[in-house]
């Protein structure tokens, strides 16, 4: 170990936390010394390394869901490289009607132009010998695609700390060279800065490596096109069953939480992907996004852990499931596992394509239309089949939410339609027990959905059976949704629609517990 200071004296130190490996020390005596004081902030996790991840995370101690196992503020954010042109201080989407007076790119006011965020771009695009002219609004425009590029460079003069840990991330550099990404960013990134900013400080190689850092690296934030770096996140390996959950406060922080119980000695995992997707689509999108072949249990699956979130339907022996054959990682027939009917890859992809521009041209909001695309692909896709549960989800939110008169509210939907609500949400649930556990914003969501169904059954019922055990079986159940589902959607920043969801279910668990203390 080199210059660490310890956290008592500030010597030398050659001795580091043994749980955190962070907080470093000249002695065990100044260790001993500190614990008091350590130990409520000895981080909960230490950087560790292999041959297959590169860097990762593993708990130094036992994790509990909901826990907070680190914040992270951003070392850069900017737009996503595919936008509409946005304000560069606030990322709202701009007409063009205010322009920096320094440098020409579009914002949004005034105040905009005074915010640090837009110094990078607003700096360096001061050689050009007229200003930024942007033209197209309202459709995707190329000219953004440099812009966080941009703030990652300037962060080598400006900011040499942020500039090393950004440089030590993962680039995957030597993969890109010569792939469509790498040629797009040629033209759209590095020749952009040249030519049209002219920007001549920085090699192409450190261009395209900020280029491959932010796509390898970067979060995407909810809310208006922004995507942030951040110095531990970046730490997170990708896992299909992720075992922590992340949100952004209005600070564009990062905040990870234990979504399950990580034990000591575990790695702390992330999904790179959503986890509800099939594993074809998890597996094309970190093979060509990040860079690497994902072989945990679920991929090598083809059940999905007997989900079949991915199976077609037997038309046969209308008994079995279709399955990849012989795994998932290469897929080049589909075999049933009841008959042994065999179909293959291109009818399979095809019918796929098929079903997924039909689920592509549902109008959003048609109850009518959704229900009539999961009666249509019955009987050629698994019950739980990621298409249909995709569908299930929204149907689940739809109902009693919106739309007709009939809809508009839970108290508006008939008998049929509010079992029709509770099932979906049981079903969708049941697969985000597996793929999503724990305290993922997904459960919260559909947790949240579940209790309003049974609470509208337990209003419906006589007065009489209200008192008795189905009515309390009923305000049980909706009691403990409530209670995960007020937790988890107030995790979120208070400007999400989450979080006043959170809201919502916090007072809705408070008039719960009420009604149930009468049963005693
Ligand atoms: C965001 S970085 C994670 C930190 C990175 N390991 C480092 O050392 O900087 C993503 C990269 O980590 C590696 N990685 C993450 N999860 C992985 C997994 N489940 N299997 C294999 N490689 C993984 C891949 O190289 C991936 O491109």
């Known amino acids: 170990m080199t210059d660490a200071e310890c956290a008592v004296c500030q010597a030398p130190a050659s001795q580091r936390c043994a749980k955190c490996h962070i907080t470093s020390y000249c002695s065990k005596e100044h260790q001993k010394q500190h614990w008091k004081t350590h130990r409520g902030e000895c981080s909960p996790y230490r950087v560790c390394q292999n041959d297959v991840l590169g860097r990762y995370l593993e ?15 951003p070392l850069v954010v900017g737009p996503r490289q595919v936008t509409v042109p946005v304000c560069l201080g ?68 400006k900011a040499p700390d942020k500039w090393a840990t950004l440089m030590q991330m993962e680039s995957h550099l030597e993969q890109r060279i010569n792939t469509d990404v790498h040629e797009v960013n040629q033209a759209n990134v590095v020749n952009f800065m ?60 990062i905040i990870v939480r234990a979504a399950t119980k990580i034990n000591k000695g575990e790695h702390i995992q992330t999904s790179y992907t959503d986890p509800m997707w099939g594993t074809a689509n998890r597996q094309l999108h970190v093979r060509t996004t990040k860079y690497f072949k994902c072989i945990c249990n679920r991929c090598l699956d083809p059940t999905e852990l007997g989900t079949n979130l991915s199976s077609l339907r037997c038309t046969k022996c209308s008994s079995g499931s279709i399955l990849p054959s012989p795994s998932p990682l290469s897929p080049d027939a589909w075999v049933c596992n009841g008959c042994e009917e065999t179909l293959n890859l291109d009818e399979v992809e095809d019918y796929l394509k098929w079903t997924g521009e039909k ?15 999961l009666k249509e692909t019955s009987k050629k896709l698994s019950e739980n089949h990621y298409y249909r549960s995709d569908v299930k989800l929204a149907l689940a939110q739809m109902y009693g939410r919106s739309g007709e008169e009939s809809n508009s509210n839970i108290q508006a939907l008939s008998k049929d339609l509010l079992q029709r609500k509770e099932t979906l949400c049981r079903e969708v649930l049941a697969l985000a027990d597996i793929f999503s556990p724990g305290k993922s914003r997904l459960r919260g969501l559909l947790l949240y959905e579940l209790q309003a169904s049974l609470m509208e059954k337990y209003r419906r019922l006589p007065k009489k059976m209200r008192m008795s055990g189905i009515g309390k079986n009923l305000l049980k159940e909706s009691i403990s949704a409530l209670e995960d589902a007020s937790e988890i959607l107030m995790y979120e920043s208070p400007l999400q629609d989450e979080y006043q969801l959170g809201l919502q279910a916090e007072d809705d668990l408070k008039n719960a517990k009420t009604l149930l203390s009468k049963h005693r």
């Not at 708990?59 to 503020?73: H, Y």
């Not at 020409?104 to 001061?126: K, Y």
């Not at 002219?198 to 909810?222: A, K, M, Q, Y």
């Not at 048609?366 to 229900?371: G, K, P």
């Open 59 to 73: 708990a130094s101690r036992d994790i509990l869901p909901g826990e907070v196992i680190f914040r992270d503020s």
């Open 90 to 157: 606030c990322f709202t989407p701009v007409d063009g009607s205010y322009s920096c007076t320094s440098c020409g790119w579009p914002l949004c006011g005034p105040e905009c132009q005074m915010v640090v965020l837009h110094n990078p771009e607003c700096q360096l695009s001061r050689n050009r010998p007229v200003k930024v002219q942007v033209q197209k609004f309202m459709e995707v425009n190329q000219m953004y695609e440099c812009i966080t590029p941009l703030r990652c460079l300037w962060l080598k003069e």
């Open 194 to 253: 040249r030519q049209y900013l002219r920007v001549l400080s920085f090699t192409d190689e450190e261009i395209h490596t900020v280029c491959g850092i932010i796509d390898v690296n970067g979060f995407e934030i909810p809310g208006p096109s922004i995507i942030g770096l951040y110095g531990k996140a970046c730490l997170l390996e990708h896992s299909c069953i992720p075992n922590t959950t992340r949100t952004f406060d209005t600070q564009l922080n």
């Open 359 to 373: 689920l592509i041209a549902l109008k959003e909001g048609s109850l009518q239309a959704s229900e009539n695309f």
